[in-house]
């Protein structure tokens, strides 16, 4: 007789969302066959800002989590947390896991969680650590994050699983560089100073990019208008463009001409943008803050510079200017990465993994499988709750 379905709830922003959470779940559902799983998504956050008409999406998903347990209509609950607003919410949605009977999966996203966590109020404070309590198993980003929520949120040594972010990728990477051909750096994020738009767009006016042929897209949301302005400013108007909020399929098309990813972020976690980057074999110039510093190797696969160092990153871009053949050491180095950690088929294997042993209530283990080798996962519908449609293989 064949295997029932695993069936989870997945709790997150919607998989449109325009984050990293809803792209890197929305790929996860992309590959995952109905024979293996069945997967219901909750939204706890909505779309409306107004103080009530917000909390609705979140009671409705406790009240839909209440209903799952009483049937027994879940296995598992995975459970995608971040900083702020969200860390109270999933405090609520975790608790409510823990009065259906429903084992959690707690998977922490947030680049700023320390900043948000240590000037917590003390009562404040013990509902977040008790909500990394009440999970089964606590999945991180990378190691760093690993230490964190062992050493700040009691989490235990055993129950943490470090699982990088992942991203699909084409057959072969972007073309080359033609002779000639006007390098195009490439930016990807909310424009603000936490990804370093600022430090950026000081860095292009630089001399020493001025002698060279090259041209920058900016895309994502925030603050268009007055990064644009800056950038008129340096009297960049005719060099950057600033496309704001990119939808994912667009984002594949971004990648495809670009020759450099630019991410010079004061904090992430494993920002999906440097990893849909290596797929595309395109290297980066980023900052070793958060998960990145476990995954891009300076020389190897992209270029390190401090954070706020505008003088720096002016320096680094420079040089992926002037020295051709470095940077196409650092596209195969970037594609290598990829290929090796963070395809997301081993992924996918890894996280199934994670499902299955909480669901099964089986206690800490030794390593999860590598997921190395190529897995066939024929395309999955999921439901969401929120009453969007997410058809099989929908990259939202």
């Known amino acids: 007789m064949d295997e029932a379905p695993l069936r989870v709830a997945l709790v997150g922003p919607p998989l449109s969302a325009s984050g990293g959470i809803g792209r890197v779940m929305s790929y996860v559902l992309a590959g995952l066959r109905p024979g293996d799983v069945d ?4 939204d706890t956050r909505g779309t409306s800002t107004h103080p009530v008409r917000s909390l609705l999406p979140l009671l409705r998903s ?9 049937r027994r209509g879940v296995d598992v609950v995975h459970v995608n947390i971040s900083s702020h607003g969200s860390a109270l919410r999933k405090g609520l949605v975790v608790r409510t896991c823990r009065l259906a009977g429903l084992p959690v999966v707690l998977h922490l ?9 240590a000037p917590l109020p003390a009562l404040a404070q013990r509902w977040v650590r008790r909500t990394f309590d009440l999970a089964v198993r606590v999945v991180v980003l990378s190691e760093t ?3 964190y929520v062992q050493e700040e949120l009691g989490v235990r040594p055993e129950l943490v699983t470090v699982l990088p972010n992942a991203a699909p990728g084409s057959a072969v ?16 994020g909310r424009l603000g100073p936490r990804k370093g738009a600022p430090e950026l767009l000081d860095a292009l006016a630089d001399p020493r990019l001025g002698r060279h042929a090259w041209r920058a897209t900016l895309a994502g ?10 950038a008129a400013d340096h009297g960049l108007t ?5 496309p704001g909020w990119i939808a994912p399929d667009a984002v594949d098309g971004l990648l495809a001409d670009a020759h450099v990813l630019v991410l010079p972020s004061h904090a992430e976690g494993m920002p999906m943008s440097v990893l849909e980057a290596f797929a595309a074999g395109v290297p980066v110039v980023c900052t070793p803050v958060g998960g990145l510093a476990e995954v891009v190797v300076d020389g190897e696969n992209g270029l390190l510079v401090p954070p706020g160092d505008v003088d720096a990153l002016a ?13 196409r050491r650092l596209a195969a180095g970037a594609r290598e990465t990829w290929q090796s950690a963070h395809a997301i088929d081993g992924y996918r294997v890894r996280l199934l993994a994670e499902w299955r042993a909480a669901s099964s209530g089986r206690g800490p283990r030794g390593p999860l499988p590598s997921g190395s080798g190529p897995t066939r996962f024929p395309n999955h519908s999921c439901t969401d709750r929120q009453g969007t449609s997410v058809p099989a293989g929908s990259r939202e």
């Open 39 to 42: 997967v219901e998504v909750l």
């Open 62 to 70: 406790c009240a839909r989590l209440l209903l799952l347990g009483f």
């Open 109 to 117: 996203h947030a680049s700023s969680f320390p900043e948000f966590y």
């Open 145 to 147: 994050w690993r230490d």
């Open 173 to 188: 990477p972007a073309p080359a560089r033609r002779p000639g051909e006007e390098l195009r750096f490439l930016f990807l």
């Open 221 to 230: 949301d925030g603050d268009v208008a007055t990064y644009r302005a800056r």
């Open 238 to 242: 005719g060099r950057t463009a600033f």
């Open 315 to 327: 320096g680094a871009l420079a040089r992926v200017l002037d020295d051709e053949p470095l940077r």
